[in-house]
């Protein structure tokens, strides 16, 4: 049964509890922590309060998002497409399913995306083709499926379809670096039936639609240093240590704290963004989002690398699943989701020349 959700935090927290445990594989591990975030009441988040639903600020789902990512990165990944795609199915364009979504999202329905491909999809009445990047398909109920039309040149509609609807084909075949347990493989679509579609134009409508997408992402970044940085020091705590690895231990804890303060800051910038403040303007959001992540980007990737100046040769040993090496890993990997030099010149733009930039899915 799906708890009623008061508190994201501790939610969050009994999620991260699961995947945690010992005596079992990592990847049994993170498969049963998806099992918990079901009926923890965190996939309803995004489901207005008119419909029941907790209506969650961004800055509580980031931090919720943030605390899995303690515990483990891929973890943290799984939902942030459900969070970011959810929020579409109340969007005004199809009301009169909206609750009948409210009520699958409060009962732990879990939606992971099929948007990126190598051939262009496109959705009709039905859907044929591969998507690739596919993040959480292997343990989803439903996956929102984006494409175009016949005839269009990129992507303007999705729809979402059951993960286990004939003719859908989830391989999961993600084998990367690191985020080894996101299940980011493909989705082979043969003739789909399409049901409601929903647009691009009225979901980049919604307000801060890509910077919510990138402040979970870096939420998802500075959990997973937190992590490293919080590893590291257990191995390296002394009663007594030398200057320099006391100096170093400050430096890394400082830089952490960046991480966390640029996040939080970005999150109470969308929060007032959602919350209909007059004073907040979409572009300006945009911008304080983009520059956290390239901040956070830059933080915790160089946070999970050096924290190995502060342990020593000790802490490369053991390397793996479980190793100190698995935050970096899966740092390199999730923050390469984008190219983090793009941002800075839209950033770089923006100072220059005063004008708003375009937002869109990552901006």
Same mark, same amino acid.
């Given at each position: 049964?799906?708890?009623?959700?008061?508190?994201?935090?501790?939610?969050?927290?009994?999620?991260?509890? @699961?995947?945690?445990?010992?005596?079992?594989?990592?990847?049994?591990?993170?498969?049963?922590?998806?099992?918990?975030?079901?009926?923890?009441?965190?996939?309803?988040?995004?489901?207005?309060?008119?419909?029941?639903?907790?209506? #969650?600020?961004?800055? *509580?789902?980031? =931090?919720?998002?943030?605390?899995?990512?303690? *515990?483990?990165?891929?973890?943290?990944?799984?939902?942030?497409?459900?969070?970011?795609?959810?929020?579409?199915?109340?969007?005004?364009?199809?009301?009169?399913?909206?609750?009948?979504?409210?009520?699958?999202?409060?009962?732990?329905?879990?939606?992971?995306?099929?948007?990126?491909?190598?051939?262009?999809? @496109?959705?009709?009445?039905?859907?044929?083709?591969?998507?690739?990047?596919?993040?959480?398909?292997?343990? =989803?109920?439903?996956?929102?499926?984006?494409?175009?039309?016949?005839?269009?040149?990129?992507?303007?509609?999705?729809?979402?379809?059951?993960? &286990?609807?004939?003719?859908?084909?989830?391989?999961? &075949?993600? &084998?990367?670096?690191?985020?080894?347990?996101?299940?980011?493989?493909?989705?082979?679509?043969?003739?789909?039936?399409?049901?409601?579609?929903?647009?691009?134009?009225?979901? #980049?409508?919604?307000?801060?639609?890509?910077?919510?997408?990138?402040?979970?992402? =870096?939420?998802?970044?500075?959990?997973?240093?937190?992590?490293?940085?919080?590893?590291?020091?257990?191995?390296?705590?002394?009663?007594?240590?030398?200057?320099?690895?006391?100096?170093?231990?400050?430096?890394?804890?400082?830089?952490?704290?960046?991480?966390?303060? @640029?996040?939080?800051?970005?999150?109470?910038?969308?929060?007032?963004?959602?919350?209909?403040?007059?004073?907040?303007?979409?572009?300006?959001? =945009?911008?304080?989002?983009?520059?956290?992540?390239?901040?956070?980007?830059?933080?915790?990737? &160089? #946070?999970?690398?050096?924290?190995?100046?502060?342990?020593?040769?000790?802490?490369?040993?053991?390397?793996?699943?479980?190793?100190?090496?698995?935050?970096?890993?899966?740092?390199?990997?999730?923050?390469?989701?984008?190219?983090?030099?793009?941002?800075?010149?839209?950033?770089?733009?923006?100072? #220059?020349?005063?004008?708003?930039?375009?937002?869109?899915?990552?901006?």
């Amino acid at each position: 049964m799906t708890a009623v959700l008061t508190d994201p935090l501790s939610a969050a927290g009994g999620v991260a509890a @699961v995947v945690r445990r010992g005596g079992v594989p990592r990847a049994t591990r993170v498969r049963d922590a998806v099992a918990a975030l079901r009926t923890s009441g965190l996939l309803a988040a995004t489901v207005p309060a008119r419909l029941g639903g907790p209506e #969650l600020p961004p800055s *509580a789902i980031a =931090a919720a998002v943030g605390l899995l990512a303690e *515990a483990d990165g891929s973890l943290a990944q799984i939902p942030q497409s459900h969070f970011t795609f959810s929020r579409w199915l109340f969007d005004g364009e199809h009301p009169d399913v909206e609750q009948f979504w409210a009520d699958r999202l409060l009962a732990g329905t879990l939606i992971a995306n099929a948007q990126a491909e190598r051939e262009p999809v @496109v959705v009709d009445a039905t859907v044929n083709g591969t998507k690739i990047f596919c993040t959480g398909s292997p343990f =989803a109920d439903v996956l929102a499926v984006t494409g175009r039309r016949p005839g269009e040149g990129a992507q303007t509609v999705a729809t979402f379809v059951a993960a &286990d609807a004939p003719g859908t084909d989830i391989v999961d &075949d993600w &084998d990367a670096l690191g985020q080894r347990f996101t299940g980011s493989g493909t989705v082979r679509f043969r003739d789909v039936p399409v049901g409601r579609l929903y647009s691009f134009d009225r979901a #980049l409508a919604l307000p801060g639609y890509g910077a919510f997408a990138q402040l979970l992402h =870096a939420a998802v970044d500075v959990g997973t240093a937190t992590a490293a940085l919080d590893a590291a020091l257990g191995l390296a705590a002394t009663s007594a240590p030398d200057p320099l690895t006391a100096h170093l231990a400050g430096e890394l804890t400082a830089q952490r704290f960046a991480a966390q303060a @640029v996040v939080e800051k970005a999150g109470r910038a969308l929060d007032a963004l959602w919350a209909g403040d007059p004073t907040t303007r979409p572009a300006e959001v =945009a911008l304080e989002v983009a520059a956290a992540k390239v901040t956070t980007g830059a933080l915790t990737v &160089d #946070l999970a690398s050096r924290v190995y100046e502060l342990t020593g040769t000790r802490a490369t040993a053991g390397h793996g699943d479980e190793g100190l090496d698995r935050h970096w890993r899966d740092l390199r990997t999730h923050t390469l989701h984008e190219r983090r030099r793009d941002k800075l010149a839209v950033l770089g733009r923006a100072a #220059l020349t005063g004008e708003d930039p375009v937002t869109g899915p990552q901006l």
